[in-house]
């Protein structure tokens, strides 16, 4: 297992706009907003026979929230061809979903205002449930056309194998 030390030099916590999305071993381009990770875990509720007037609690099922991707509309069609492996339109009965290779591993990364890797989370077996190709069009507006992918998943974990980075330092020449 891992050592971590600490940086006691930072005091702040990194920020959200710096990371990269990786699956099938590249990077996903233009990818601006990656949706939270969020688990949730059910309470039971319990009463034993001799304690009547009280209840336990303990844990149950634990679900995992679907995790949204967006990106600008680009000719590239990523997000596209794996919407597609969870179902197809107007192919032979029998091979509108790709069962072999439908879900995909995921490993999300987030960086510091230096560029350097920080944390890095892996996510498993994600499958596509929602795609949107183009948003609303609107001839009055000046925005830029998102696409969006919505993907369940099975669990994450942190990779404790990413150190926490040595941050750079540097001194201003004298004037």
């Known amino acids: 297992m891992a050592e971590f030390?600490?940086?006691?030099?930072?005091?702040?916590?990194?920020?959200?706009?710096?990371?990269?999305?990786?699956?099938?071993?590249?990077?996903?381009?233009?990818?601006?907003?990656?949706?939270?990770?969020?688990?949730?875990?059910?309470?039971?509720?319990?009463?034993?026979?001799?304690?009547?007037?009280?209840?336990r609690k303990s844990p149950g099922r634990t679900e995992y929230d679907a995790i949204m991707l967006e990106r600008g509309v680009t000719h590239d069609t990523e997000f596209e061809k794996w919407a597609n492996k969870v179902w197809q339109l107007n192919v032979l009965p029998g091979s509108e979903v790709s069962l072999k290779d439908f879900r995909k591993d995921l490993i999300l990364e987030v960086y510091n205002e230096a560029g350097q890797l920080a944390l890095a989370y892996k996510i498993y077996r994600c499958w596509v449930s929602e795609f949107q190709a183009l948003p609303d069009l609107d001839a009055n507006a000046n925005a830029v056309a998102i696409?969006?992918?919505?993907?369940?998943?099975?669990g994450w974990e942190r990779d404790i194998t990413v150190p926490e980075p040595t941050e750079p330092s540097f001194t201003v020449p004298a004037a």
Request: proline share 3%; charged share 30%; no cysteine.
């Open 147 to 154: 696409q969006h992918i919505k993907l369940e998943n099975e």
């Open 5 to 55: 030390t600490v940086n006691a030099q930072r005091f702040d916590p990194y920020k959200n706009f710096k990371f990269r999305v990786k699956w099938d071993g590249r990077y996903v381009a233009g990818i601006s907003k990656v949706g939270a990770l969020k688990r949730t875990t059910e309470v039971v509720k319990h009463r034993e026979g001799g304690d009547p007037s009280s209840s």
